[in-house]
């Protein structure tokens, strides 16, 4: 079984910064990548930025040069560094790990159970 855990999340003024955690943890052969989503209200979820283990980063065009994705592999830890936030980016993030628990399966994805993040104006 796996378990994703995120932390890190709250409420801000606008131009603020906030660090997200999330750790992976049980049963992982290994980890292909490791990244955030977000889901703001009435929205779909959407793309914020993933690390693979290749060490290529893609971010969504609206964090761009604001968020920094970093990962510790030994850990299966992924970090989420937000700069300049904007009320926009109020909603909440799920952590998500694509990975395999053995060395026969195939990579599935994992979900953590989300941080809320607000950005006051």
């Known amino acids: 079984q796996v378990q994703l855990v995120e932390s890190g999340g709250g409420l801000v003024q606008a131009g603020g910064s906030l660090r997200l955690s999330c750790a992976a943890s049980?049963?992982?052969?290994?980890?292909?990548?490791m990244g955030w989503y977000r889901q703001g209200p009435g929205k779909q979820r959407e793309l914020v930025a993933t690390?693979?283990?290749?060490?290529?980063?893609n971010y969504a065009d609206s964090v761009k040069g604001r968020f920094t994705i970093s990962r510790e592999r030994a850990a299966s830890t992924v970090y989420l560094q937000m700069n300049s936030l904007k009320p926009e980016d109020s909603a909440v993030y799920y952590c998500?790990?694509?990975?395999?628990?053995?060395?026969?399966?195939?990579?599935?994805?994992?979900w953590g159970q989300g941080t809320q993040v607000t950005v006051s104006s």
């Open positions: 049980g049963t992982i052969f290994s980890t292909y990548s």
């Open positions: 690390h693979t283990n290749g060490g290529s980063t």
């Open positions: 998500s790990a694509r990975l395999t628990t053995a060395w026969d399966q195939k990579y599935d994805d994992y």
